[in-house]
């Protein structure tokens, strides 16, 4: 089935560092790729969305690329602030099935000092 | 424009109790989720119905959840009965077809 890996636990960061969450996937079909953020009492919203492979998405300053040849959708942004605070979820979208199913990585967990 | 509503956000419930959690989504939504949400295991989609259709119900979860629309525009969970490892979040969310899908802010369940 469709599975995603994303790299575990927090990532402790100092403002204007560099971010990077490694994600990739796996399916038998062509997805579309999505990053969600969760701040502490919502649910996730999504923050990018990249339907087509060798493409990549840009939002709020953090961006991912849609590789299909290394199966991959890593998350970066160039210089994090206290506000980027968040769990970031790498998640696949089945878009050959009926529906709009998601499936969500484990979360990563960013905390940035200010 | 009204985002997904959930209630109640807490819920305290003994074990064996019978719990029912409840979903609005936004409205004009055509495809509704329920997701369970715990640190170990992350996100686990428990159910998914489209135009009000159950399209999936989480495999795992049929036992003692069941999921219903009773309208376009309300959902209910139910969980009967309660054991302590139903300890999680339960989000609920929706989208139009193929679009953003929006999540409500959870209902948290302690079984006790």
């Known amino acids: 089935g469709d599975s995603v890996t994303q790299m575990q636990g927090q990532v402790t960061l100092s403002e204007d560092d560099f971010l990077f969450i490694n994600c990739t996937y796996s399916t038998t079909w062509y997805p579309t790729l999505f990053w969600y953020v969760q701040y502490p009492g919502e649910g996730p919203q999504l923050l990018l969305k990249v339907t087509t492979a060798n493409n990549k998405g840009i939002s709020r300053g953090f961006e991912a690329t849609y590789d299909k040849r290394t199966t991959s959708f890593h998350l970066q942004k160039a210089s994090v602030q206290e506000s980027d605070s968040a769990v970031y979820y790498c998640?696949?979208?089945?878009?050959?099935?009926?529906?709009?199913?998601?499936?969500f990585g484990i979360g990563t967990r960013v905390l940035v000092r200010p | 424009d009204a985002g997904v509503t959930q209630t109640p956000r807490h819920e305290v419930a003994e074990k064996g109790q019978t719990i029912i959690l409840k979903c609005e989504p936004v409205?004009?939504?055509?495809?509704l989720f329920w997701y369970r949400q715990t640190k170990i295991q992350g996100l686990e989609l428990l159910s998914y119905?489209?135009?009000?259709?159950?399209?999936?119900d989480g495999g795992a979860f049929k036992d003692r959840f069941k999921a219903e629309m009773l309208n376009s525009s309300f959902s209910t969970l139910k969980i009967q009965p309660t054991e302590p490892k139903d300890s999680a979040v339960y989000l609920c969310a929706s989208s139009r077809h193929n679009t953003e899908v929006f999540f409500g802010k959870g209902t948290r369940l302690t079984v006790v």
């Open positions: 998640v696949l979208g089945d878009t050959n099935s009926a529906g709009n199913k998601l499936t």
């Open positions: 119905f489209r135009s009000k259709s159950l399209m999936e």
């Open positions: 409205s004009g939504h055509n495809d």
